[in-house]
């Protein structure tokens, strides 16, 4: 009898510990399947969408998605084609479960991942903004016919307006040329030979006369534009230049909500989230090795190199982040730096629909000895807190160097124009 009672017992217990381990499968699995929510914590089930659902972002959301979810879940949502090969299924985003998800548990997931699943997430690749962008695509899978009927009827929604940021490089008064030289420059009144001009900016935005944002969604052209990102490129790859590319690039395109605007915003450089990556396995125009450090560093934010009077074997700045950490080797991911060195640019009574943005070369080194380079630190300035050599640039693109601030930044200026038809046609004026 003892025994019958110690064997049954054991039985039991085996099935206990089966069953919740049988279980926990199930709910993993099932939660991935959108009939549970035990991926995201209670906390993330309050989040609340800060990105105003509208056509925009739903349709920067799309593109996001396209590109990063697609391959599995379908452009559709379903996730048909995926399945018939796969052994663990990916969610019908477009089901009654996925559906009754909140936003939060949504961008949780997007920005986590699944982990038992195979799910990546998306925090290193896609910042805040698009993650929640793509939660409102994600969202509208789900949006029946008089939902999207709706959502056109809203004007203040649905109208939009194509953008194009156009950038004009020059020297002071002269136009930039790669292998053109160029006069009294700097504090010695040096003459430069500029090999490199290229620069990323992302986060473009148009301000209206109250001071409110619209950000411009870019165009996703797979060479020049990738989510948020843009880069300007105006050296052509011939003579000094030959170390860069062929094709050149002055001008950000995307579409913004219709509106009444009179100013533009952008940040110089590459956002945190896209910087510590593999430059290999990133889209156009992150793919360029040519504007890369190591993954610890990151990105160069702009690339400007030239011959001067005193160094004629080059002279540099390579913008970018410093001071990150960890450390650990050059391939450490890193989660913080102390000196970010993006540069938040604000262009006052600029006319979206014909004002051109001016990069002068001559204000940017304006204040800086282009022939004497500071001992032991490397040509010019590559953004250490330590070379004074970078204190006039850093000030003249609008960064704080050796806790100082920049009173405003110069590299940055406006050509009046009066329509983007006739853009390259008038000379415009400088303000």
Not at 218 to 236: H, P, R, S, T
Not at 241 to 261: E, H, R
Request: proline residues 5%.
């Amino acid at each position: 009898m003892k025994n019958q009672t110690r064997l049954f017992k054991l039985f039991a217990l085996a099935f206990l510990v089966g069953y919740f381990a049988i279980a926990k499968d199930w709910q993993d699995v099932s939660a991935h399947e959108g009939h549970k929510k035990g991926h995201a914590p209670v906390t993330a089930k309050k989040l609340r969408n800060p990105v105003p659902h509208n056509t925009q972002n739903i349709e920067n959301g799309k593109a996001l998605y396209e590109q990063n979810c697609a391959v599995c879940h379908g452009s559709d949502g379903k996730g048909v084609e995926y399945n018939k090969k796969a052994r663990i299924k990916v969610p019908d985003l477009t089901s009654h479960y996925v559906m009754n998800l909140t936003d939060g548990e949504i961008f949780y997931v997007e920005t986590n991942g699944i982990k038992t699943s195979g799910m990546p997430g998306f925090k290193l690749k896609a910042s805040d903004r698009e993650r929640w962008q793509m939660v409102h695509y994600v969202k509208h899978f789900g949006m029946t016919a008089e939902d999207h009927a709706a959502m056109a009827g809203n004007a203040e929604g649905a109208k939009t307006q194509e953008v194009a940021l156009r950038f004009k490089p020059m020297v002071g008064d002269k136009a930039f040329a790669c292998g053109q030289s160029y006069d009294n420059i700097g504090t010695t009144n040096s003459k430069i030979t500029p090999t490199d001009f290229r620069f990323y900016v992302h986060n473009v935005r148009l301000v209206d006369a109250a001071g409110k944002e619209t950000p411009v969604a870019l165009e996703q052209d797979g060479k020049w534009q990738v989510d948020n990102i843009a880069l300007l490129d105006f050296e052509n790859g011939n003579g000094p230049c030959a170390n860069g590319t062929a094709d050149t690039n002055d001008v950000i395109k995307g579409k913004a909500l219709a509106g009444n605007y009179t100013g533009v915003k952008f940040t110089v450089g590459v956002p945190f989230e896209r910087n510590h990556a593999d430059p290999a396995k990133a889209p156009s125009p992150l793919n360029l090795t040519q504007l890369f450090w190591v993954w610890n560093s990151g990105y160069k934010f702009a690339r400007i190199e030239m011959q001067t009077t005193g160094l004629p074997t080059g002279w540099m700045l390579h913008l970018g982040s410093t001071g990150c950490q960890p450390g650990g080797t050059a391939q450490t991911i890193p989660k913080g730096c102390d000196f970010p060195n993006r540069a938040e640019i604000t262009l006052n009574n600029f006319n979206i629909n014909g004002d051109v943005v001016i990069t002068d070369l001559k204000q940017l080194l304006n204040g800086a000895n282009m022939d004497v380079n500071q001992p032991k630190t490397a040509r010019g300035c590559m953004s250490g807190q330590n070379d004074a050599d970078c204190a006039p640039l850093f000030a003249n693109i609008g960064l704080k160097f050796a806790g100082k601030d920049s009173s405003g930044q110069k590299f940055f200026a406006i050509e009046k124009g009066t329509s983007t038809a006739q853009l390259g046609k008038m000379p415009g004026v400088r303000n």
